[in-house]
Nanobody, 118 residues
Framework: QVQLVESGGGLVQPGGSLKLSCAAS????????MNWYRQAPGKEREWVAT????????KYADSVKGRFTISRDNAKNTVYLQMNSLKPEDAAVYYC???????????WGQGTQVTVSS
């Protein structure tokens, strides 16, 4: 059973930092690329960042490029999102996502809330 459990969200002031974590289980974590998405109130869910299975390639949405860093620890089955220089428009529920090669299915975590406010 594939499970993705996000943590690390919270309230932060503009310009501050947060580090999100996503603990994965139920599939061969080291084989699959991992993604972060976010959804703000009243808006569609949007892609934020992707990291390939061996961390060789990372990609970012233009809105977060240079401020966010995605990383992973295959020994811990965990993917991270380091968020720096946070802006009010970064406030959203952040979701961990994976398309598992073995099952050919897409999976989502339950999300973690990030609030950016002074």
């Amino acid at each position: 059973q594939v499970q993705l459990v996000e943590s690390g969200g919270g309230l932060v002031q503009p310009g501050g930092s947060l580090k999100l974590s996503c603990a994965a289980s139920g599939f061969t974590f080291s084989r699959d690329a991992m993604n972060w998405y976010r959804q703000a109130p009243g808006k569609e869910r949007e892609w934020v960042a992707t990291i390939t299975s061996g961390s060789r390639t990372t990609k970012y949405a233009d809105s977060v490029k240079g401020r966010f860093t995605i990383s992973r620890d295959n020994a811990k089955n965990t993917v991270y999102l380091q968020m720096n220089s946070l802006k009010p428009e970064d406030a959203a529920v952040y979701y961990c996502n994976v398309w598992v090669f073995d099952t050919n299915r897409n999976y989502w975590g339950q999300g973690t809330q990030v609030t950016v406010s002074s």
